[in-house]
């Protein structure tokens, strides 16, 4: 079975500009989680989707924004970015939200703002 | 407020010496814990959680409701073991995750 993938690996954007990432579950899991992993912060919550439908956010401003297609496939983005949001970011899959259900990672995407 | 907190960034033991990994939380309620290893190059991945009480790859950690704590032991540590190693809550169905622990395996 397929692990979790994320698109692109690596992006490099300006200030101001806008992004957005791409994250494809396992098959079959239909949950997806965002996060956001940085050197100082560690790893912080973004947003979590099932079915289409964001069920939980994190602190996040409302610049960053995603949602999830009907194949579960999620993406984020994020506008008029700042410096400060150079960071991996990180999303998870699981068959469904519950903490009976673990929570898979991809590999991430390194986005670096200059 | 729901927080994990690891206070060591780092921890360096030679090989074959016992592990600690500290793992204290704040949450109201009862709390569901887990441990994530990230290796190098590879993705974050779950070790072990408490409701398993399980043993996976010789690494235990018990949930100490009492003085809120939720470490990780490891009587005999290998080099293999070298990696980062994240403390999470779930709260919600969200992870909230401590800022981690670095553990390095001298041979």
């Known amino acids: 079975k397929a692990g979790v993938t994320q698109t692109p690996r690596y992006l490099i954007k300006t200030r101001g500009q806008q992004v957005t990432l791409s994250c494809s579950p396992i098959s079959g899991h239909r949950s997806v989680s965002w996060y956001q992993q940085t050197p100082g912060q560690g790893l912080q919550f973004l947003f979590e989707y099932f079915s289409e439908t964001q069920r939980n956010k994190g602190n996040f401003p409302g610049r960053f924004s995603g949602r999830q297609f009907s194949n579960s496939r999620s993406e984020m983005n994020v506008s008029t970015l700042e410096l400060g949001d150079s960071a991996l970011y990180l999303c998870a899959s699981s068959l469904i939200p519950g903490s009976s259900y673990e929570q898979y990672f991809g590999p991430g995407t390194r986005l670096t703002v200059t | 407020a729901q927080r994990v907190t690891q206070p060591e960034k780092l921890l360096s033991v030679f090989k074959g010496a016992p592990v600690e990994l500290k793992c204290n939380y704040s949450?109201?309620?009862?709390?569901?814990l887990f441990w994530y290893v990230q290796y190098s190059r590879q993705r974050l991945q779950l070790l072990l959680r408490h409701i398993s009480r399980e043993s996976i790859k010789g690494f235990t950690a018990d949930l100490n409701k009492g003085e809120t704590s939720f470490h990780l032991k490891k009587p005999f540590a290998q080099e293999e073991d070298s990696a980062m190693y994240y403390c999470a809550l779930k709260d919600t169905d969200k992870l909230i995750f401590g800022t981690g622990t670095r553990l390095q395996v001298f041979p």
């Open positions: 949450y109201s309620g009862s709390p569901e």
